[in-house]
C-alpha cells in the first residue's frame, strides 16, 4: 500500500452508536491530522499530530476523540454524534509539521463519508 | 468576514481557453498560500504554493500573489476538460500548523 489510507471509506451511524475512523500513512512522514470537509464549507482542521504528540485541536467538540499511536497510524474514535456531524472526514500527513516557513504540503487519504441518523 | 473568499462557480470555460481562478483573504499575517485541485469523490492535492508578490508559473499554471491586496490567484493556460474540478485556496502563517482552506471554486472545462 501507498500514500495515507483511511477505512471505512462510508460509515453510517446511529447518534448513540461509538465507532472509530482509522488512517494508515506509508510515506513515513512526521505529522498527522485530521480535517472535516462538509457540502459548501471550508475544511476544517480539527486535529494535529507531530510524533504521536497532539499540537493542535482546534476546538472540537468532546464526541470526537482523536488517538495517534505511532507516527503511521491515526484515529478518530466517535460517540453520540449529532446528524450535522455527517461529512467527509479527512486524514493528511506531512513530511514535518507545518509549523514553518515554506510548508504547507498535505498529503489527504480519500476520506471516510460519514452519515449520522 | 471569511478568513478565505472564494467564488463557488461553475466556472465555466471552453477547451483551450485561459481559466482564472480568484481567492481574496482577510489575514494580512499569511505568508504562505497555495493551490490544492479536488476532482469529484477525490481528496485535494496540491498543485502549486507562492510566497513573494508577482507571479510564479509552473506548465500551463500560473499563481499570481498580491499581497497588499490581499489577493492570490490561479491561471490555467489552455484548459483541458481534465483540468474540471473544485480548485482550494489555502493560506499560513509560517508559524502556524493551521492551513486555512477557502470553499472552493468549482472549474467547468466544456470539450
Known amino acids: 500500500e501507498t500514500g495515507v489510507t483511511q477505512t471505512p471509506r462510508h460509515l453510517v451511524m446511529g447518534m448513540t452508536n461509538k465507532k472509530s475512523l482509522k488512517c494508515e500513512q506509508h510515506?513515513?512522514?512526521?505529522?498527522m491530522y485530521w480535517y472535516k470537509q462538509s457540502a459548501k464549507k471550508p475544511l476544517e482542521l480539527m486535529f494535529v499530530?507531530?510524533?504521536?504528540?497532539?499540537?493542535e485541536n482546534n476546538s472540537v467538540p468532546s464526541r470526537f476523540s482523536p488517538e495517534c499511536p505511532n507516527s503511521s497510524h491515526l484515529f478518530l474514535h466517535l460517540h453520540t454524534l449529532q446528524p450535522e456531524d455527517s461529512a467527509l472526514y479527512l486524514c493528511?500527513?506531512?513530511?514535518?509539521?507545518?509549523?514553518?516557513?515554506?510548508?504547507?504540503?498535505?498529503?489527504f487519504g480519500e476520506g471516510s463519508r460519514l452519515t449520522v441518523l | 468576514q471569511k478568513e478565505v473568499e472564494q467564488n463557488s462557480g461553475p466556472l465555466s470555460v471552453p477547451e483551450g481557453a485561459i481559466a482564472s481562478l480568484n481567492c481574496t483573504y482577510s489575514?494580512?499575517?499569511?505568508?504562505?498560500f497555495f493551490w490544492y485541485r479536488q476532482y469529484s469523490g477525490k481528496s485535494p492535492e496540491l498543485i502549486m504554493f507562492i510566497y513573494s508578490n508577482g507571479d510564479k508559473e509552473d506548465g500551463r499554471f500560473t499563481a499570481q500573489l498580491n499581497k497588499a491586496s490581499q489577493y492570490v490567484s490561479l491561471l490555467i493556460r489552455d484548459s483541458q476538460p481534465s483540468d474540471s474540478a473544485t480548485y482550494l485556496c489555502?493560506?499560513?502563517?509560517?508559524?502556524?500548523?493551521?492551513?486555512?482552506f477557502g470553499s472552493g471554486t468549482r472549474l467547468l472545462v466544456r470539450p
Open positions: 489555502a493560506l499560513k502563517r509560517d508559524s502556524s500548523y493551521k492551513l486555512i
Open positions: 499530530y507531530s510524533l504521536e504528540e497532539r499540537v
Open positions: 493528511a500527513s506531512s513530511p514535518h509539521p507545518l509549523a514553518g516557513a515554506n510548508t504547507g504540503e498535505l498529503f
Open positions: 489575514d494580512r499575517g499569511s505568508q504562505s
Open positions: 510515506l513515513g512522514h512526521n505529522a
